[in-house]
């Protein structure tokens, strides 16, 4: 696939994806999703020495202000569950990828931006970022996750007022809140954003995307986060990185582990 809104670049084992439509402050249409689906479902699983993937928007106004809404001006009841449900499996694509994903959220994250941060694994912020779910100012609900994975950030009540309201926060106030991991100077993110990617690169592979696994087995209903902690606990016992990890520790060294 060619990408028309989205610029990949590569660098140490970092995939940066920019969002770039920046006359619509990124504001994500029809392809643009189509666009994340094939990366995060297609391009990026096999890609060999991946370490991990910054996910930001183009220029220094937003994130993503949104799903776009000149897009869905005449859709239909069957069309909006039918995009809902595209979303939603595009962005469990990113929540379950492999590998960190980190958002680097440098303006406005709204709607489905903010339902796009959500779904990466950390979130750093600028200064400048604004965090909102202004859906019911439309008339409709978030369709991307949002309803269910603001709770599990910020908490019921918090997430309730904010989904009601259509209020803003700004980035102090969503690091207050748990939405953003830290609040970083905005000439800074995406240094910061490679600097936890690598420093997570230097753990055992398998046992990262392990844990991605299971603190999101938390939050799905089909299975028993605790069940599958045993089975994957087993798991990463029984390889060669774990046998590599206690053995640097002994021997007062850096593992090298090689993801077996
Ligand atoms: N979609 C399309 N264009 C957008 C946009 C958006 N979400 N947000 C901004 N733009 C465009 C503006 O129309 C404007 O374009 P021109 O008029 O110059 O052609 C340009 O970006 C610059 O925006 P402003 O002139 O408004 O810039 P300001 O600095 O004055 O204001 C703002 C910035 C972020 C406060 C403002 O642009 C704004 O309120 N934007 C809309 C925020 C918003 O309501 N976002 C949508 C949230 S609802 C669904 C699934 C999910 C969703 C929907 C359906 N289905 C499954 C069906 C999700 C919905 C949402 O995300």
Known sequence: MTYENLLLTEADGIVTVT??????????NRRTMQELNH?????LPGREGLKGVIVTGAGEKSFV????????????????????RYGHETFFLIERFARPVVA??????????????????????????RFGQPEVNLGIIPGYGGTQRLIQ???????????????????????????????????????RAAELIQKIAAKGPLA????????NAFYRHDLDGFAEEVKAFGYTTGTEDFREGA??????RKPEFKGK
Not at 69 to 78: C, G
Not at 165 to 176: F, K, L, P, V
Not at 208 to 215: N, S, T
């Open 19 to 28: 969002i770039n439509r920046p006359k619509a402050l990124n504001a994500l």
């Open 39 to 43: 990366l995060f479902g297609t391009d």
């Open 65 to 84: 202000a949104g799903a776009d809404i000149k897009e869905f001006l005449d859709l239909d009841a069957a069309q909006g569950e039918a995009m809902a």
């Open 104 to 129: 680097a959220v440098n303006g406005f994250a709204l709607g489905g931006g903010c339902e796009l941060a959500m779904a990466c694994h950390l979130r750093l912020a600028s200064p400048n970022a």
């Open 153 to 191: 950030y910020i908490g019921k009540g918090k997430a309730m007022e904010l989904l009601l309201t259509a209020d803003m926060i700004d980035a102090e106030e969503a690091h207050r809140l748990g939405l953003v991991n830290h609040v970083v100077p905005q000439d800074q993110l995406l240094a």
């Open 208 to 215: 990262v995307a392990k844990i991605i696994e299971l603190v």
């Open 247 to 252: 053995r640097a520790f002994v021997e007062k």
